[in-house]
């Protein structure tokens, strides 16, 4: 008798124990057939599968979105399984399919919870694993260093994995508040009708982070704001933000909606009027980044998507490192009203870490007066969401790949596209050469991203 497996790739790093074994706990705990699967951990560490779950259990306790129970933990590490081997050696890929066959596992999901740079080594690996090329397999993003290494890594893995049978994975596309983005649109009238350059001056698209690096340096000195956040998720988000409505909440017509926009994006021509480059004080004495490194820990773009609902409306993106405090938001400046001194209507889609709706619009304020003042409304989701304990990303993206529901993933033209705008930008400008503004922790970043917004007009929405 056949059973699927389960295979994380990576199964004694970061990733794993902070967000992939608690999301395959809470599946577990509240019965989700989706998890009735083996789930088989690859490592390099001397574990034993008890050593292995008595290290899991911590991680869960701290990390999972249902309350954690002794026997809800015994039930799920029962299906857990450690298997100790190099995986950058393709010699043991052999044992490993001898492994799957003694247990009589067939059918595959692989996740592979590692850096880009393994991602090919070890599907050349599971060329000696039956069965493997049908199964599925999670990317973790970024996709590749650059455009020619992201094209050059596809070919590898859709060389032998099915291309419908890849999921590459983006945990912001998995957020609660991301997804309502289109109920919020399509449903309300008083949003969708207006939801166009005729009446919205500017759209903010902010991503901050309250810490550094964290140990990341030998990636991240490499990468940057730019490679690591706008590239990889912001362009994302601003492609849902953004997008047509599609013929039908499919994921093919979805995925068609995403993709006008991002083709659409307007090439940037002058780099002082469109991109703000920053880096945090001490980030040179971070561990594995060079002494005199130019790479970026903050990036403002100011960018135009040309087509008719949005042209000359600027979408404004901002994303940083050890900045004052954690968020991600999605501001809509709506132009101003008739009125002179009736102020702008602002809608914010909060995303983390509250999750919920702000709006704000203008009323006349009570009594013998005609003064127009400004009122708020404030929904805040977490609460509703606590009390529906719904899945967090990363369980609900781990579902939707054992459902085969590909909606919330990024598909590889989405990747090229986005990999292809930040090269240009890379190709177009000496980046040894162009500013990079320094700026403290604990700020919003560098004082020249407020004045991009002020040259023409705005301001960022804080």
């Known amino acids: 008798m056949s059973e699927s497996a389960f295979t994380i790739f990576g199964g004694t790093g970061d990733l794993t124990f902070r967000k992939l074994l608690p999301a395959l706990y809470n599946m577990s705990a509240s019965n989700d057939s989706a998890a009735d699967r083996q789930i088989i951990i690859i490592g390099r560490r001397n574990y034993s599968t008890e050593t292995y779950c008595a290290k899991a259990r911590e991680w869960v306790k701290q990390f999972s979105r249902l309350p954690y129970t002794d026997e809800d933990f015994k039930v799920f590490s029962k299906r857990i399984s450690y298997y100790k081997m190099d995986f950058t050696d393709i010699a043991t890929y052999t044992s490993l399919n001898a492994y799957y066959q003694k247990r009589h596992l067939t059918e595959h999901i692989f996740y592979f919870a590692v850096a880009p740079r393994f991602f090919s080594i070890i599907a050349d690996g599971l060329t000696n694993v039956a069965n493997a090329c049908h199964g599925k397999v999670i990317l973790e993003k970024p996709f590749g260093e650059d455009l020619d290494s992201a094209k050059v890594l596809n070919i590898q893995l859709e060389t032998f994995f099915n291309a419908k049978n890849i999921f590459r994975i983006d945990h912001y596309l998995g957020k609660e508040m991301i997804r309502n983005i289109q109920t919020l ?87 002082r009027e469109s991109l703000v480059l920053g880096q945090y004080e001490g980030y040179h004495q971070e561990k594995l980044v060079k002494p005199q490194s130019k790479t970026e820990t903050y990036a403002a773009l100011r960018l135009f998507i040309d087509n008719e609902r949005w042209w000359n409306t600027p979408f404004y993106i901002r994303t940083g490192k050890k900045l004052d405090r954690r968020e991600i938001k999605i501001a809509i400046i709506f132009r101003p009203a008739f009125l002179e001194k009736a102020a702008q209507n602002i809608l914010i889609i909060k995303i983390q870490p509250s999750e919920g709706v702000y709006l704000q619009f203008n009323i006349k304020k009570p ?60 190709e177009l400008y000496d980046w040894e050469k162009l500013p990079l503004f ?25």
């Open 185 to 271: 649109r399509f449903s309300n009238p008083i949003f969708s009708n207006l939801w166009n350059s005729r009446y919205i001056e500017s759209v903010q698209i902010s991503a901050f982070e309250d810490i550094g690096i964290e140990g990341r340096g030998g990636y991240y000195d490499a990468s940057g704001a730019l490679r690591d956040m706008v590239q990889n998720h912001l362009f994302q988000i601003l492609s849902i933000v953004a997008m047509e409505w599609p013929e039908k909440f499919s994921t093919d017509a979805m995925h068609d909606a995403q993709i006008r926009v991002l083709r659409a994006l307007r090439p940037v021509i002058d780099v």
């Open 367 to 426: 009594g013998d007066t005609d003064e127009i003042i400004q009122a708020k409304m404030d929904f805040c989701q977490n609460n509703y969401v606590n009390k529906l304990n719904t899945p967090e990303a990363y369980e609900r993206l781990i579902k939707a790949c054992i459902n085969n529901n590909k909606s919330w993933f990024s598909q590889w033209d989405q990747i090229e596209l986005s990999w292809n705008y930040i090269d240009k930008l890379h």
């Open 438 to 462: 320094r700026y403290k922790a604990g700020t919003t970043g560098p004082q020249q991203a407020n004045e991009l917004l002020r040259r023409f007009g705005h301001k960022w929405i804080d």
